[in-house]
């Protein structure tokens, strides 16, 4: 018995032991690949004895079951340096992770060994992907993104050289609008929650599920060539190699926001318990249901109009509340299995909500127009708005490995509802002069399924690669029940009347879009590692398409008889008591039609394939040199208010060849020189180049479609000088020339139209910059560290207007010398991000003051006597304090301030640098916010 006990507890002893596991990686520098079957060793520093061997897997992963000691590691393949790593403390962890990178010697007779201690920094990790990179590219790794405390993507992205974000959530890269800029998942296309842009909305993606991020600036054949200012390849966490679970909590305060009586918002009966609609806001009648008009003669229909405005849910006013607080909550698991015959399965999940809430208690929006008088007020819109936004993300993903293949599957799912709510009071002062008192409610719900399969093949021992992807995605944007009434009354309130001349009639709107896409890829790479010229041919195929649907319900309400009887009360004009009937002919009854020109269908398919040489010529000159072509068509069904019909139309159909360049001159083992050069494009978006009118009765804005837009085409130079220093330190200084070959604009339809948008090719626009990039470790010992971290961007753009446009400007101001050429819509002429963190090492707490701000921005293109709209500078500074807790550190709390100083988000008319006008206000207050994760 008293044997028996003693082998349980000696297993029992093994089994703890073994539970601390030292993890790592080889990665090839050369061409900035993972190492497989690189010979590895493990020995005992008290000793120097051999503990243990293996070779590295697929993957180029390794790992070893140690106790608590000093261990060395001996990283060694041939043709390679051979690589000694010492130092590798084992006291109570887990799990210890190294990254080894590994550089091919100049002559393989000749061996080499360097000596080197770890430093376990995924900073570092990616500065070297940088380094070693063909592509001028710049990222952020995980580790940056929790150094910030930032809780979503998008806010952590604006740290990056040259990266803006817009509306909190859609990436700008070098100041280039959305079009420019393409959203990648683990480098396949998937659509966004807002379809019509090409940038997927960051703010969805919880920082607890990102691995890395990976900027594209400069293109390559491999990459997609509809874009221009750069790629965002979202790099999702893969399994862990021991049971790895976590939560975080975050919770945030804004006085001006959070808390406040007498708030507004949309009715909160129709949603759920996590905010998510609950039927309440569904349409209540059939698309093309036949809606009679109020007719006393007709009797047998009459009945009908009063039962179908019935159906109409009666609230049409905003709610007061109090107004709640931010939170989120966020959970990961992660655990692999290893089988039979070097055979290992994993597996990740997470999930993921979150909850803001906005209040604004005296925004202003408004438009002006010159008259002969000079500026005057054309519109104004002032009082309260109420945001509450909801997001709920689940990724769920496994994987397969054996010797020499890995298979991964993802399903990531996200799903956004967004409800606002607008008591302002509005005015027009001159085209149809009123004053009126609005109600404004909306509810827009998104989801997206997404899942993406990958593999990846070695073949002839690392010297042969195949890769393949494919990812199917489902997308839908539903607006529910958009509702607005506006009531036409006097300065005191005396009266409250609905006028359809003036405020026109109370609206209710419905739109769906649905969007099934799908993305794929194949790829051959061959390594070239015999002769004087080393490196790899990369050939592949893609294929995408996507297939829209876009269907638009709009219904008016209105009164016969005094509607001064609603006393201004929108929950009035349905109340049943309201409702028109034959018998007395008065009241509230719904008008609607099938609306053929609010519809449409369209698919667009893109075929590619690409050839590229990645080429080491000698030991200071690499290369790629690329070719991809493209076969691109788009079709469209609809119909224009002329009745002319689309019927499956090929609108666009072109078949391009894409040329890169891109060379590197290593000056110094820290040192590189970047030359690049490639012809990229940008195609217009489903809505624009179409037939459709779509009308928006919030905005009372006309989108007209345009099936006469054409791709613009975009030549792209970069040059960039770059060092390297010790861990996270970085310099570089980049300078980057695009040309534009019929960009696409939104602009207005005419001189008498300003409320009706379009998309139009204008002849050629240039885009000139410079980016600078500095990362230092000020002070550094083994107590403390101070360092700062500063890239900015100074960016020239010139847009040559169309002649409309000129025209336009040239009959407002006839005596005015007006050139023809003004700023790119959405480019930025300065971004600077600033941070500046100090580390207290032993105490484990680190302090951090960043700042963000981007120059006076083109918003909106103005057209004949309205000026142009822009974007003044937010002044965004901020300071974060992380802690971390727990005996083996695995506990963090961050506490966060944003805009400390105060600073609004406003946007202004511009009068040629003359006057100043507002044109949206939002004071967006400080916030203070607390989180909490914990890691087992």
């Known amino acids: ?209 990102l691995d890395n991020i990976i900027i594209n600036k400069s293109a390559s054949a491999d990459l997609n060539a509809d874009f221009s200012g750069g790629i965002v390849n979202i790099i999702l966490k893969d399994f862990s190699n021991l049971p790895q679970y976590s939560f975080s909590v975050s919770g945030s305060y804004n006085p001006d926001m959070n808390f406040v009586d007498q ?188 899942i993406p399969l990958s593999a990846k093949h070695i073949l002839r021992e690392g010297k042969s690669i195949i890769e393949w992807k494919v990812a199917p995605s489902f997308a839908e944007v539903f607006d529910k029940d958009f509702k607005k009434t506006v009531f036409e009354t006097d300065s005191n309130r005396s009266y409250f009347t609905i006028s359809p001349s003036t405020t026109q009639l109370p609206q209710r709107l419905w739109r769906t879009l649905k969007e099934d896409a799908i993305a794929s890829k194949i790829q051959y790479t061959h390594k070239i590692e015999d002769g004087k010229i080393k490196g790899k041919i990369n050939t592949g195929v893609t294929f995408s398409s996507k297939d829209r649907s876009f269907r638009t319900s709009n219904y008016a309400i209105d009164f016969i008889g005094r509607s001064e009887e609603l006393l201004g009360n929108p929950d009035n004009l349905l109340n049943p008591s309201n409702l028109w009937t034959a018998q007395n002919n008065r009241g509230s009854y719904v008008i609607g039609s099938y609306q053929r020109t609010n519809q449409y269908d369209a698919e667009s398919k893109n075929i590619a394939a690409f050839l590229s040489a990645e080429l080491k010529l000698s030991e200071k000159w690499k290369s790629t040199f690329g070719i991809r072509f493209e076969n691109y068509n788009m079709t469209y069904t609809g119909e224009t208010i002329d009745q002319i019909v689309y019927d499956n139309s090929k609108l666009i159909d072109v078949k391009d060849f894409f040329p890169s360049i891109n060379i590197i001159n290593s000056l110094s083992e820290q040192t590189n020189l970047r030359l690049s050069y490639s012809r990229t494009t940008a195609r217009p978006s489903f809505k624009e180049n179409s037939s459709a009118q779509i009308f928006d009765p919030i905005t009372e804005r006309y989108f007209i479609g345009n099936p006469e837009l054409k791709p613009s085409y975009i030549n792209n130079l970069d040059l960039r000088f770059e060092k390297y220093g010790e861990e996270n330190e970085f310099y570089a200084l980049s300078g980057f020339y695009k040309n534009f070959k019929d960009p696409i604009e939104i602009v207005a339809l005419g001189l008498n139209s300003p409320n009706q948008l379009i998309g139009r090719n204008n002849t050629q626009a240039k885009v000139v910059g410079l980016e600078l990039e500095y990362r230092k470790n000020v002070l550094k010992t083994d107590a403390k560290k101070l360092s700062i971290n500063i890239n900015s961007s100074l960016i020239y753009s010139e847009q040559k207007m169309s002649d409309s446009e000129y025209q336009g400007r040239i009959l407002t101001e006839p005596n005015r010398s007006i050139s023809k050429n003004r700023v790119l819509q959405g480019q930025s002429p300065f971004i600077i991000n600033a941070g500046l963190t100090y580390s207290e090492i032993k105490k484990n707490i680190e302090y951090g003051l960043f700042y963000n701000v981007q120059g006076k921005t083109l918003e909106v293109v103005g057209v004949g006597n309205i000026p142009d709209v822009y974007t003044d500078p937010f002044n965004n500074l901020n300071v974060v304090i992380t802690k971390k807790l727990g005996e083996t550190k695995n506990q963090t709390i961050i506490f966060k301030i944003q805009n400390i100083l105060g600073d609004y988000k406003e946007s202004y008319y511009d009068y040629y640098g003359e006057e100043q006008r507002l044109f949206s206000l939002y004071k967006v207050g400080r916030s203070v916010s607390l989180s909490y994760s914990l890691k087992f």
């Open 263 to 450: 708030a507004i918002r949309n009715n909160p009966n129709g949603l759920n318990f996590l905010g998510f609609n609950n039927g309440y806001f569904d349409r209540p009648i059939g698309a093309e249901q036949v809606i009679p008009l109020p007719e006393q003669n007709a009797l047998g229909y009459s009945g009908v109009l009063n039962k179908i405005t019935g159906l109409f849910e009666q609230q049409m006013a905003v709610n007061r509340y109090r107004s709640g607080g931010d939170f989120s909550i966020g959970a990961t698991a992660s655990n692999q299995f290893e089988m039979k015959n070097e055979t290992k399965i994993g597996y990740i999940a997470a999930l993921g909500f979150r909850s803001d809430t906005d209040y604004f208690n005296d925004y202003q929006t408004g438009t002006i127009a010159k008259e002969t008088s000079g500026l005057e007020n054309n519109t104004s819109q002032r009082g309260e708005l109420g945001v509450i936004k909801k997001l709920a993300s689940a990724l769920l993903g496994i994987s397969l490995k054996t010797k020499n293949s890995k298979y991964k599957l993802n399903l990531l799912n996200l799903r956004s509802a967004e409800s606002n709510a607008i008591f302002a009071q509005y005015a027009d002062y001159l085209e149809n002069p009123y004053i009126g008192v609005a109600n404004i409610l909306t509810y827009t719900e998104r989801n997206i399924i997404s």
């Open 1 to 209: 018995m008293k044997k028996t006990l003693s082998i349980l507890l000696i297993l029992i002893t093994s089994f703890s032991f073994s539970q601390t596991i030292i993890t790592g990686k080889i990665i090839d520098t050369e061409f900035n690949d993972v190492l497989p079957f690189a010979n590895i060793i493990l020995k005992n520093n008290s000793d120097n004895s051999l503990i243990e061997g293996t070779i590295s897997d697929f993957d180029g992963a390794f790992r070893f079951y140690v106790v608590n000691g000093e261990y060395s590691l001996e990283i060694s393949f041939v043709g390679y340096e051979t690589k000694e790593i010492t130092g590798i403390q084992i006291t109570d962890v887990k799990e210890y992770e190294v990254e080894v990178y590994l550089s091919p010697l100049a002559n393989s007779l000749e061996e080499v060994v360097v000596t080197t201690t770890q430093r376990k920094n995924s900073e570092v990790a990616v500065l070297l992907i940088q380094k070693k990179s063909i592509n001028l590219i710049d990222g952020l790794s995980s580790q940056a993104i929790k150094k910030t405390g930032d809780s979503n993507l998008a806010s952590a992205i604006k740290r990056v050289p040259g990266v803006s974000v817009q509306d909190g959530k859609f990436v700008y890269v070098r100041g280039l609008g959305d079009r420019y800029s393409k959203t990648l998942l683990g480098g396949l296309e998937i659509p966004g929650l807002d379809p019509d842009k090409n940038t997927l909305q960051l703010d969805v993606f919880p920082t607890n599920i």
